[in-house]
């Protein structure tokens, strides 16, 4: 009988129309909370994703090039240098900068160095692998039976945090322009007054470095080549203006001194 009161008090209700939609509300209100946390959390995982691995792809780049191990010489020099922990200190730099509000455990962190060789047993890559596990909580916390759980771990691509550093030398042909002021204040020392011993002046020490330059290009590739460039009261520079021969004028950009603490540029066709 109980159940028969029942059944004639739920039809009542719908022949009336009174409270008709609050039935189907309370089953749609959890469902419609799951689709808007889903939605809402699932751009904020998507986003913190996307930050994982551009911080992958910036570290695994710092972390090669940082490395100054000679593994030619020594297989066993990023093991005598501490390199992993110094590469995960690293790592745990550059995430905590990219994503400062985001957790990461220790144990989630890894660096893995591979050296590729050739059939010779000749070095002539490293494989550089950055991964990290972010741990993210939901905007919208887990409720009874519908959302995200508390703690969701995300990790970047595949392909990020990843690159090959070659070991092959490529001496490419190289032209270089040096640039060299030789103007009257090579004369003097780096304060800008007469020096007392000889050597002492700008003018020997950029001697110096213009020989060094050159013989460092020079002996690195024959077929470099090396352009000096020597300048003393000013720099050649073209005009918007033209000539009658329809070209654009030179001028020279001049150091002009109008008093002993100022200097002015002016420029002169």
């Known amino acids: ?17 009174s409270g008709a939609m609050a039935l189907p509300f309370a089953i749609m209100f959890p469902i419609l909370l799951m689709f808007f946390s889903f939605a809402l959390d699932g751009a904020h995982f998507q986003s913190n994703r996307a930050r994982l691995a551009d911080a992958m792809n910036q570290v695994v780049l710092a972390i090669a090039i940082n490395d100054r191990c000679d593994y030619v ?11 992993k922990e110094a590469n995960e200190k690293v790592l745990s730099h550059y995430l ?11 144990n989630g962190l890894d660096v893995i160095v591979s050296m590729n060789r050739d059939n010779s047993e000749k070095l ?5 692998n950055a991964s990290g596990i972010a741990t993210l909580h939901p905007i919208l916390k887990k409720y009874n039976e519908f959302g995200f759980n508390d703690d969701i771990h995300i990790h970047a691509d595949s392909s ?26 090579m004369g003097e020392d780096i304060n800008g007054l007469e020096p007392d011993i000889k050597g002492g002046i700008i003018y020997d020490i ?20 090396i352009g000096i460039v020597p ?24 150091s002009v001194n109008l008093k002993k603490s100022m200097r002015r540029l002016a420029i002169k066709d």
């Open 1 to 17: 009988m109980k159940i028969k009161y029942a059944v004639d008090f739920f039809l009542l209700v719908f022949r009336r129309e």
């Open 160 to 185: 990020a945090g990843t690159v090959r550093k070659s070991m092959e030398q490529k001496n490419i042909p190289t032209d270089f322009v040096f640039i060299v002021d030789v103007s009257g204040s």
């Open 231 to 254: 300048f003393n009261i000013g720099v050649p520079v073209k005009l918007s203006k033209m000539t009658f021969l329809v070209e654009k004028k030179l001028a020279v950009l001049l």
């Open 206 to 225: 950029l001697k110096d470095v213009v020989v060094d330059f050159s013989q460092t290009i020079l002996n690195g590739n024959e077929k470099n080549t």
């Open 73 to 83: 010489a020594d297989k066993e020099c990023a093991v005598k240098h501490g390199n």
């Open 124 to 128: 002539t890559s490293i494989d550089y």
């Open 96 to 106: 905590n900068y990219y994503l400062p509000y985001v957790t990461f455990t220790d």
